[in-house]
C-alpha cells in the first residue's frame, strides 16, 4: 500500500474498531437512528471541518472558524428578529459576508506575508467581537421558514432520520471531495502543502490559491453558522467556542498531516465519525462524564501524532535505501 | 566555423549590472539546435547572471536575445517557458508530495467541466516518460523515486513545457555516478531531437564527455567559445581561471611517508548496520583519503569516529591511552574536528555573521558559561579570514551570503580555530569553483606539515591522490583496501571500487 494512504487506512480500522466494541456493548448503537443523530449533530462540526481540512493541507491554520460560527448564528437572528427579510437572503448576505472574511485574511496572509496563525487569531477575536457588538444576549429565532426546513428529513430503513443538515454535511464532504482530488484548484492546495517556493516556480498562482482557501474556509464556517442556527435556533454569541480545536482534531485524526500536504477529506470524515461515536458511547453509558470525550480524542491525536512520524521515518528510510541500492 | 543554418539562440553584446558590480559586460553567445552547449566559469563569472537574464528572472540592460532570429524579452520564468526555454536546476525543483503525474501536469491537468481527467493525466504522464526510457508508476509520490529519476522527470517537464531550449543548471551535482549516465543518456537524445542544451556544471568530466561546445565566462566577461573536441582540458582551465594551475593535475609527490608517530588508532571500530569494524591509524602530519561511491560508507566512516552515529564495537586509543568516543562533544574534546559533506545543513549557520560561525566550535568547546571576549573573536574571526583568504567584506556578514567555497573555507576555520590535532573532511571542495579547489587543497597540504592529522572523503580521485599519504578504499559499507605510497593513483582507486564485491587481498 502507498504510504499517503496508511494514515487514513488506520482512521477507518480505528474507527470500525471502535463501532465494533460500541456494538458489542450495546447492539443497539448500530442502527440508522444512531447514524443519523451522528450526522445530524455533528453536521456544523463536520461542514467547518472540511474547510480546515483545505487550510492545514495547505500548510496554514485557521483559528477564526469557531467565532464566524458565532457571528453567524447571531447576525441570522438579529437581522431575523428585527427585519422581515426571508431567511434565504439571510442566509446569502451571511454567507458573502464570512466569504468576504476569510478572503481578506486570505490576502493578508498571503500579500503581507504574514503567519496565518496570527492573522486569523486576530479574525478570531474579530469575528467574535463583532458578534458580540450584534448582540450579548441569546436571541431566539422563530421563523417558519425553520419550522419546514426542520421538518425536512429522510426515513432511512430501520427508522433512522437523515435530517436537513445531515444531508448537507455529506454533499460539503462529497464536494470537498471532488475539489481536492479532482480539481486544478485541489492539486494546487496539495503543492503549497508541499513547499510554497517550489509551487511558485512550477507555475502555482500561489496568491490566488491562499486567498481561495482561506475563502473557502470562511465560506464553509460561514455554512457551518447557519446549520448551527438551524441546530439550535438561537443565536448567541458565545456560542462555539473551542470548535476550531475540535475541526483541527477531526483533521488531524482524519489523517491529515498538520505541516501540509498529505491528507484526504474523506479521512476528516470519518475524524468526525470517531468523535461523534465517543459521545454517543458516553450517551448510551449515562454514567459516564462528557470530559471522556475530551480525553480520548487527546489520546487519539496523540496516537495519530506517533503514527505519522512514525510514517515519515519508514518512508524516509525507504529513500535511503533506495540510494544505498543504487549507491553500491 | 559558423554553420549556415540560423543559431537557435544567439545573445549578443549582453550586459548586466548590479549596485557597485558589472555582472555581465557585452557577453555574446550562440546555441544551435541540437547540441549541448557547456557554460564554464568560477564562481561569480556571470553563468548564472546569463541564465538568469535568459530564463526572465533578470532584466538586462542592454543586448539583444534572439530565438530563431526573433527578438524576445522574457520578463519571467513563465514567459520564457512560453518562448521555449525551461531549466532545471540542481535542487529537483517539483513538489515531493504530489505523484509523479500530478508533478508533470500540475497547472495544465487535463479538465473536462473544471474537473480534472486523472485517468487521462496518467497515461499521459506514463506515455511522456516512456520516451525518456522510465517506465514507473506515475501514481506514486514523487519522493518514492530516487533523486536521478526525480531529476529526469524534472528534465521531461521542463521539456514538455519549453521544448525548445533546455537549461541544466548543475544537474548532475548531487548523482552518483551510475545516475549520471542515466541523466547523459536523456540529454544525448533531446540533443538527437534537436533541442539546444545548455550544461552548467563544475566536473570538467562531464564537459568533455557530453558537450559540443564550451563557453568560458571570466569576470562578466566572454573568454571564448571553444569546439569540445578541439580543446585540451588544461587549456580549458587555464581560460577559466585566466592563468596557469599547477596544482589542477598534480601528480601524487612520489612515495611521501609520513614520518610522525602514531596520533589516533582505531581497532574493530564499527557500528551495525552503518559501517562494518575497521582498523584505522593516523599519524601526526599524515592525510588519509577515504574513496568509495556515494552510500559505500566513506561518510558513515567519519560519522561513526566523530560519534554523530555511536560506535557499537572496537575501541579508540589516542597517543596509546584509551578514548571515549560516543559522541560529538566527548570528540571535540579529544581534540577532532568534522567538516561534513552538506555544508548548506549540517555545517554553516547561514544567518550569522562570518566572526560567529568561525568561533562557534571554539566557544561550543569553552561552554557557554564562559564567552569568548568579543575582542578575542574578533581576533580569532582575522586571523582565519586573513590566513585563509575568506573572501568577504566584511567580518560581520552573515555566512549564507558568501560563495560556496569561502563557506566552505569558514567552516574549516570554524575546527582550525579549535586547533584540532584531529580533522575530518567530508568532501572538503564539492560545490566549489575550481580555483577554491586548489586553495582547498593547498591548505590541506599546509595542515599536514603543521602535524595535524586529516582524514580526507573525497569523489574527486585526482585530489585524493594530490595530497593522501595513505587512500583507504570503502565498498558495501566495508573498508576494502588500502593503497600506500605509489600504489596512490587514480586507476588503482578506481578498480579498487569497482572490484568484485569477493573478498580480495588488494593489499
Redesign the interface.
Known amino acids: 500500500m ?3 494512504y496508511l494514515p487514513l487506512a488506520a482512521t477507518i480500522l480505528i474507527f470500525v474498531l471502535a463501532y465494533a466494541l460500541c456494538y458489542a456493548q450495546f447492539p443497539s448503537m448500530l442502527s440508522t437512528r444512531v447514524i443519523g443523530n451522528l450526522l445530524t449533530d455533528n453536521a456544523f462540526l463536520g461542514i467547518v471541518a472540511v474547510g480546515m481540512t483545505f487550510v492545514i493541507l495547505s500548510g496554514g491554520i485557521d483559528l477564526s472558524v469557531g467565532s464566524v460560527i458565532a457571528f453567524t448564528s447571531v447576525f441570522i437572528a438579529v437581522v431575523l428578529a428585527n427585519t422581515g427579510l426571508h431567511p434565504l437572503i439571510v442566509f446569502a448576505v451571511a454567507l458573502l459576508i464570512t466569504t468576504a472574511f476569510g478572503a481578506a485574511m486570505g490576502a493578508a496572509i498571503h500579500y503581507l506575508e504574514m503567519p496565518p496563525f496570527i492573522v486569523t487569531l486576530a479574525g478570531m477575536f474579530l469575528a467574535r467581537g463583532m458578534a458580540f457588538v450584534l448582540s450579548i444576549d441569546s436571541i431566539p429565532v422563530m421563523h417558519p421558514f425553520y419550522d419546514t426546513l426542520q421538518s425536512f428529513y429522510w426515513r432511512m430503513p430501520g427508522g433512522g432520520r437523515l435530517t436537513l443538515i445531515g444531508g448537507l454535511l455529506l454533499l460539503v464532504f462529497a464536494i470537498g471531495i ?1 475539489i481536492a ?4 484548484f ?3 492546495v ?2 503549497l ?3 510554497a517556493a ?2 511558485r ?4 498562482s500561489v496568491g490566488r490559491t491562499t486567498v481561495g482557501i482561506y475563502a473557502l474556509s470562511g465560506l464553509l464556517a460561514g455554512l457551518s453558522g447557519i446549520v448551527f442556527s438551524l441546530y439550535t435556533t438561537a443565536g448567541y454569541s458565545l456560542s462555539a467556542v473551542g470548535v476550531e480545536l475540535d475541526a483541527i482534531a477531526a483533521v488531524v485524526i482524519g489523517g491529515t498531516l498538520l505541516t501540509g ?2 491528507g484526504f477529506v474523506a479521512g476528516t470524515f470519518v475524524g468526525i465519525l470517531i468523535m461523534g461515536l465517543i459521545q454517543t458511547y458516553i450517551i448510551f453509558d449515562g454514567t459516564l462524564s462528557s470530559w471522556w470525550t475530551k480525553i480520548v480524542v487527546g489520546v487519539l491525536l496523540f496516537v495519530f501524532i506517533f503514527l505519522q512520524k512514525g510514517i515519515l521515518w519508514l ?1 524516509a528510510r ?2 535511503a535505501a ?3 541500492a ?3 | 566555423m559558423e554553420k549556415p543554418q540560423e543559431p537557435l539562440l544567439s545573445v549578443a553584446s549582453l550586459t548586466k549590472s548590479f549596485p557597485g558590480a558589472l555582472a555581465l559586460d557585452g557577453v555574446d553567445f550562440t546555441l544551435r539546435a541540437g547540441e549541448v552547449h557547456a557554460l564554464l566559469g568560477e564562481n561569480g563569472a556571470g553563468k548564472s547572471t546569463l541564465i538568469k537574464c535568459l530564463t526572465g528572472a533578470y532584466r538586462r540592460d542592454s543586448g539583444d536575445i534572439r530565438l530563431s532570429g526573433n527578438l524576445v524579452d522574457p520578463r519571467d520564468t513563465f514567459e520564457a517557458q512560453a518562448l521555449g526555454i525551461g531549466t532545471v536546476y540542481q535542487e529537483v525543483n517539483l513538489l515531493p508530495n504530489l505523484t509523479v503525474a500530478q508533478n508533470l501536469y500540475l497547472g495544465r491537468q487535463p479538465t473536462r467541466f473544471g474537473m480534472v481527467g486523472t485517468r487521462r493525466m496518467n497515461a499521459g504522464a506514463q506515455a511522456l516518460l516512456s520516451r525518456y526510457g522510465l517506465d514507473i508508476d506515475v501514481t506514486r509520490e514523487l519522493s518514492s523515486y530516487s533523486v536521478a529519476v526525480q531529476q529526469i522527470i524534472a528534465i521531461a517537464r521542463a521539456v514538455d513545457l519549453s521544448g525548445k531550449i533546455l537549461i541544466l543548471d548543475e544537474p548532475t551535482a548531487s548523482l552518483d555516478a551510475q545516475e549520471v549516465r542515466m541523466v547523459f543518456d536523456i540529454v544525448r537524445a533531446l540533443r538527437e531531437r534537436g533541442l539546444g542544451i545548455i550544461f552548467i556544471t563544475h566536473f570538467l568530466n562531464q564537459v568533455f564527455e557530453i558537450s559540443d561546445r564550451i563557453t568560458v565566462l571570466r569576470n562578466g566577461r566572454l573568454v571564448g567559445t571553444r569546439d569540445a573536441a578541439d580543446i585540451e582540458r588544461i587549456d580549458l582551465v587555464t581560460m577559466m581561471l585566466g592563468h596557469e594551475l599547477s596544482q589542477e593535475t598534480v601528480a601524487h609527490k612520489a612515495a611521501r611517508k609520513s614520518e610522525g608517530e602514531v596520533a589516533y588508532c582505531f581497532r574493530d571500530f564499527g557500528r551495525a548496520g552503518t559501517i562494518e569494524p575497521f582498523n584505522l591509524e593516523i599519524r601526526r602530519g599524515e592525510a588519509v583519503g577515504v574513496a568509495g561511491l556515494l552510500g559505500s560508507g566513506r561518510t558513515e566512516t567519519a560519522e561513526v569516529i566523530f560519534g554523530v552515529r555511536p560506535h557499537d564495537s572496537g575501541n579508540a586509543e589516542k597517543d596509546g591511552s584509551q578514548l571515549e568516543l560516543n559522541g560529538p562533544r566527548k570528540a571535540i574534546a579529544a581534540g577532532l574536528g568534522f567538516c561534513p559533506e552538506d555544508r548548506k545543513t549540517d555545517g554553516i549557520v547561514g544567518d550569522l555573521s562570518v566572526r560567529e560561525n568561525i568561533v562557534l566550535a571554539l566557544q561550543a568547546r569553552r561552554g557557554w558559561s564562559r564567552p569568548l571576549p568579543r575582542q578575542e573573536q574578533i581576533e580569532i574571526a582575522d586571523r582565519f579570514i586573513d590566513a585563509l583568504d575568506i573572501r568577504t567584506t566584511d567580518r560581520e556578514k552573515p555566512l549564507r551570503l558568501l560563495s560556496g567555497g569561502n563557506q566552505q573555507k569558514a567552516i574549516l576555520a570554524r575546527w582550525l580555530a579549535t586547533n584540532p590535532e584531529f580533522l575530518i573532511l567530508d568532501e572538503p571542495t564539492r560545490g566549489i569553483d575550481v580555483g577554491a579547489h586548489a586553495e582547498i587543497i593547498r591548505l590541506i597540504e599546509r595542515l599536514c606539515e603543521d602535524g595535524v592529522s586529516l582524514l580526507v572523503i573525497s569523489s574527486e580521485l585526482e585530489e585524493l591522490v594530490a595530497y593522501s599519504h595513505r587512500v583507504i578504499v570503502v565498498r558495501d559499507r566495508q573498508h576494502v583496501s588500502e593503497l600506500t605510497g605509489e600504489e596512490i593513483n587514480t586507476d588503482n582507486i578506481v578498480r579498487a571500487i569497482a572490484a568484485d564485491s569477493q573478498p580480495e587481498q588488494a593489499r
Do not use: E, W
Not at chain 1, 516556480?201 to 502555482?204: F, K
Open positions: 502507498k504510504s499517503r471532488l482530488h479532482r480539481t486544478r485541489g492539486a494546487n496539495y503543492a502543502g508541499g513547499d517550489t509551487a516556480l512550477m507555475g502555482v500536504g498529505s518512508s525507504k529513500t533506495l540510494h544505498h543504487h549507491g553500491s
